[in-house]
Structures are given as C-alpha cells and as structure tokens.
C-alpha cells in the first residue's frame, strides 16, 4: 500500500486549502484515513480520522473536515479560516478498518500501518 498526498502551498490567512491523498496497492474503502500534522519543532498531531466507509469521522474539527471518495481512493481534507498556526507538514495515514474497541487510540499514530510522504501547508498572516 502506498499513499501520495498533495495540495499543500502557501496561503493567506483566512484563506482554504483542499488536501488529497491517494491510496494504491489496496482496496481503499478496507482502510480508515486519517490526517496528521507537524509543525516545526513540534509533534505531530492528529487532525482527524474517517471510518472506510466514509460514514463516521472522528475528531475532526469545524471549521476542517475530512471526506473521501471510495470510487477514486482518494481522502481530502478540507481546510478553511486557516491561521498562521495551522502551518505544518500534513501527513496522511491509513489502517485497515478492524475494530479498535477504544474511538480514541485513533489519535495514535501507532494503530496506522501505513504513511504517505507528507504536505506543507505554509499559512502567511
């Protein structure tokens, strides 16, 4: 499995930005997606997870959002009213849709098997 993510550039505050990511090597829709950052100096953190059938997302905050389209194998993350804080490598991330038992340890970055090569976003004030 491999995932390529892209749409990441520079942008003003206030401003949007559409973030993809694509999944080849597997059957998409058996993976949950989901998206991480990092910011310099910083640890990555999570910024959202979308179940493989695209009915749940978890963690995902306004004004973000996360979809995907199954037929193209392709997750987006919608990103507006972005602030010069919300500046970071964005990293998508992918595990096959087994029950956790805990919606939580989807924030870990260790339940995901498998990593795209990461997005800069550079939001400028």
């Known amino acids: 499995v491999q995932l390529q993510a892209s749409g990441g550039g520079p942008v003003q505050a206030g401003g949007s930005l559409r973030l993809s990511c694509r999944l080849s090597g597997g059957t998409f829709s058996n993976y949950d997606m989901a998206w991480f950052r990092q910011a310099q100096g910083k640890e990555r953190e999570h910024v959202g997870t979308?179940?493989?059938?695209?009915d749940s997302t978890y963690y995902v905050h306004y004004p973000f959002d996360i979809s995907r389209d199954n037929a193209k194998s392709t997750m987006f993350l919608q990103m507006n009213e972005l602030k010069p804080e919300d500046t970071a490598v964005y990293y998508c991330?992918?595990?096959?849709?087994?029950?956790?038992?805990?919606?939580?340890?989807?924030?870990?970055?260790?339940?995901?098997?498998?990593w795209g090569q990461g997005t800069l976003v550079t939001v400028s004030s």
């Open positions: 979308i179940s493989g059938s695209g």
């Open positions: 991330a992918a595990r096959l849709s087994i029950f956790l038992g805990d919606y939580g340890r989807l924030k870990m970055e260790d339940v995901y098997e498998h």
